[in-house]
Every structure is written in structure tokens, then in C-alpha cells.
């Protein structure tokens, strides 16, 4: 969270003093500060390891200053005893200032916007949120879920913000508000400052029961249980109490951005809520009909994309090759052939790799227990028969042999038992 204030009339201070305050209303030591001012100059304080300020600027006069003080997840406890130390906060010229009101001599505004940026706090600058969540039993893949929705910036500020007002208890398909209550009791407790690691075992038994699927400590799906919990909380905190019948109309041949805002707004009118806000989009979809060719396009929302995970369509295979002659040469090459593939995908690969002349030509077999089970010999023959860890080997043969009768010995160890009765 980001909260600024504008100072007006300072003409007895300078920017400095104005850092200084500002960090005593926040309650935190002198970190990194902005300072604006609204002619369009910028000035950066930083400070060093004993809080003092390296760099000046010129003393404001006659104008008004910005001064944006950046909080990244500040809890509801720390807010409040900032407002409580300084709301009646004296400064040394005899003015005083008032959170959201007028002083003598000052005037304020407190805004907050959202931004993602770290910064110090009652606790150690930039630990605000770093808390972890025990497994109870093989709970890892909720907790994993959760972490991630527990630092999605715009989700942060809502659930540690004044959540409830937006409770729905009248929606049918929610529940009540009690999954919302129980993750945004979660999330403040992840965010308070000096927190140790977490045990969510409150949000464990809300969840198992409005989905007893989730019960027990096994593993589970955790885009399963991340697509549940977003979809709860959205129809804990549907904005919209009654929800209108809205009829889809056709694109005719409008344009694109024109048929998109009216499918959006009609999804608005009966789904309004933070999950929508930030997680939440819409895909075009286009149909042709096969006899008239009318083409319909429509805009459909949705809250998970499904991507295919890269897959490679081709393998690696071992082959040793074997070439007769004065002296047999025996040499190993790995080729890379396509999974769906066939042999002769196979006998091309392996005939660059090995440099095959032109008058010679492949035998291929597979080895099994020392001895050869079968030749390779139909060109369609698919490799998919072939496993990772089968043994082939591959004879290189003059073509002139290829009509040379073929005769194989093979030797085998017989082993011989005795009985004796």
C-alpha cells in the first residue's frame, strides 16, 4: 500500500523536516521516501545506515508537496496505531496535523493507492508478508495455492482491508461468507508484522467442509483446490445481490472491441467481485457453419487458461552398429528419430550417422539375452514397439549379399539340474 500526504504552506520547513515527520506518523525509521512537488520536480531521499539524510533540497516555498511514504502490505494494527500516535501530533513551529482533516497551518489529505514496493515497518524492512505455512500432512499442495494468492498484490490490500462490507449471504451458490472470512483471517495473519510460520488449520477445516474432498491430510490436486477456492470467494463476495437475465445477442459484423464490452459488461451484471477484478478475462471464439459459412463470433469469460506443457515429438535411440571385415568394427551412435515413427526413419538416421556407403546397406535386429529375438526387416514396421531400454544392433552389409542365404548360430548356456529323490 501506498499512502501520501500533501502538506500546504510549509514555508518554514524544508523537504527534510517534511521526511522526518512523515516517518514519525508512520512509526518507522527514516527509509527511503518520495518527495514531490507538484511543479514537476522530483526529489529522492535516501538514507544510510544511521538514519541520515544524504541529500537536500531547495527549501519549498508557496507550493504544495507530495510526500508518498510506500507500505507494501500494512496491517490493520499498524494503520491504527499510526493514526492513534499522531493524531494530535505537535510540531516544533506550534502546528498541528490531523489524519484526514484540517490543522492550524496545514492542511492533509491521506490517500491510499495500491503499489508494489518495500519498505520498512515496525518490523524488519521488507519481512512484511515473508511468512510461511506448516504442512499438516501432505498439505503442500494447499499451501503452495495459497502462497501464491497470499502475494498477488490487489488481493493482499482487499482482505486486509474492510472485506466484510462485501460479504453476499443472500447468494445461494456461496457459502455464506465463511470461506472468505477464513482466508482473509488467514492473510492477516500471514501479514502481521513479526509473524512466525503459520499452521492454517482453521482454513483447513473450512475448506474440508464445504469441499469433503479436501478432508483429511493426503495430497490433492492443487489447481483443483485453487480453482474451488476462487470460486468460493468470488461468490462469497459477488457485488451482485440479484442477478439479471442477460441474453446474448450476435456480433453482426460489429467490431470486435464493440461485441467484447457488451459480453463483458453482460458477465459484470451477474458476476461482480475482487476474483473478477484480478483474475478474471475473456477469449474469442470464432464459428464458421460448414453450409452457409455464417461466421459467429463470440466472447466467452474464463478464470484458468490451460496450457499444454512443451512436449518434444521425437527420441533418442541407441544403436550399435556393426561392420564386417579384415577387422570388426563395432561402434555405438545415438540417433534421433520421431516417436510415432517407422523403421526406415530409422535406417536414414542411423545411415548418416555411421557415413553408410552407397553399396552397403542395414540389417537391423534386437538383441535380447545375448542372442537375437528378430530382424527389423519391413520399412513401415513402427518403432513405437521398441522401448527405451531394448538392445538393437545394426549389420552393415554389401548389397550384393543381400540375396546371399542367411545362416545365424546362436549359442546358449543350457543349465543342467539333478534330482535326487
Not at 463470440?298 to 512443451?310: A, C, T, W
Not at 515429438?313 to 564386417?324: C, D, G, L, Q, Y
Not at 570388426?328 to 536414414?348: H, M, N
Not at 527405451?388 to 543342467?416: M, N, S
Request: proline share 4%.
Amino acid at each position: 500500500s501506498s499512502f501520501t500526504f500533501v502538506f500546504s504552506h510549509l514555508i518554514q520547513d524544508n523537504t527534510v523536516e517534511c521526511f522526518r515527520r512523515a516517518c514519525r506518523i508512520f512509526s518507522v525509521d527514516t527509509e527511503p521516501l518520495r518527495i514531490w512537488d507538484l511543479s514537476g520536480q522530483t526529489a529522492l531521499f535516501f538514507s544510510d545506515e544511521n538514519n541520515k539524510i544524504l541529500k537536500d533540497s531547495q527549501k519549498q516555498s508557496e507550493q504544495d508537496m507530495l510526500l508518498e511514504l510506500q507500505v507494501y502490505g500494512l496491517s490493520d494494527s499498524v494503520k491504527n496505531k499510526a493514526k492513534k500516535d499522531e493524531m494530535s501530533m505537535q510540531y516544533p513551529n506550534g502546528s498541528s496535523f490531523l489524519m484526514n482533516g484540517t490543522g492550524s497551518g496545514i492542511t492533509s489529505n491521506l490517500t491510499r493507492s495500491s503499489s508494489s514496493s518495500f519498505s520498512g515497518g515496525p518490523c524488519e524492512a521488507g519481512t512484511l508478508g515473508l511468512t510461511g505455512l506448516q504442512n499438516l500432512g501432505n498439505t503442500c499442495f494447499m499451501n503452495s495455492a495459497l502462497q501464491c494468492l497470499a502475494h498477488t498484490p490487489k488481493l493482499v490490500d482487499y482482505f486486509l482491508g474492510d472485506y466484510k462490507r462485501e460479504i453476499n449471504h443472500d447468494n445461494p451458490l456461496g457459502m455464506n461468507g465463511e470461506i472468505a472470512s477464513a482466508f482473509g483471517d488467514l492473510l492477516k495473519k500471514l501479514w502481521a508484522p513479526g509473524a512466525t510460520p503459520v499452521a492454517p488449520r482453521t482454513f483447513k477445516l473450512k475448506l474440508a467442509h464445504f469441499a469433503p474432498q479436501f478432508s483429511g491430510f493426503n495430497q490433492h490436486d492443487s489447481q483443483e483446490l485453487l480453482a474451488f477456492l476462487l470460486d468460493g470467494l468470488h461468490e462469497d463476495l459477488n457485488r451482485v445481490k440479484n442477478k439479471p437475465y442477460v441474453e446474448a445477442k450476435d456480433g453482426d459484423d460489429r467490431p470486435d472491441e464493440e461485441i467484447a464490452d457488451e459480453y463483458w459488461n453482460n458477465h459484470l451484471a451477474r458476476n461482480d467481485s475482487i476474483i473478477v477484478d484480478v483474475c478474471q478475462g475473456q477469449y474469442r471464439s470464432t464459428l464458421v457453419c460448414p453450409v452457409c459459412k455464417k461466421v459467429s463470433i463470440m466472447f466467452d469469460p474464463f478464470m484458468y487458461l490451460s496450457l499444454p506443457l512443451p512436449s518434444t515429438s521425437m527420441r533418442s535411440m541407441t544403436v550399435t552398429v556393426i561392420k564386417n571385415g579384415s577387422d570388426i568394427q563395432i561402434s555405438a551412435f545415438t540417433i534421433t528419430v520421431p516417436k510415432d515413427g517407422k523403421l526406415e526413419d530409422l535406417i536414414r538416421a542411423l545411415s548418416t550417422a555411421c557415413s553408410l556407403d552407397a553399396d552397403e546397406t542395414l540389417l537391423v535386429a534386437e538383441i535380447y539375452n545375448n542372442r537375437i529375438i528378430r530382424y527389423l526387416e519391413e520399412p513401415a514396421d513402427s518403432l513405437s514397439l521398441i522401448r527405451d531400454g531394448d538392445r538393437l544392433v545394426a549389420y552393415r552389409l554389401h548389397k550384393g549379399t543381400e540375396e546371399a542365404p542367411l545362416v545365424v548360430f546362436t549359442h546358449q548356456q543350457i543349465d543342467e539340474y539333478v534330482l535326487t529323490l
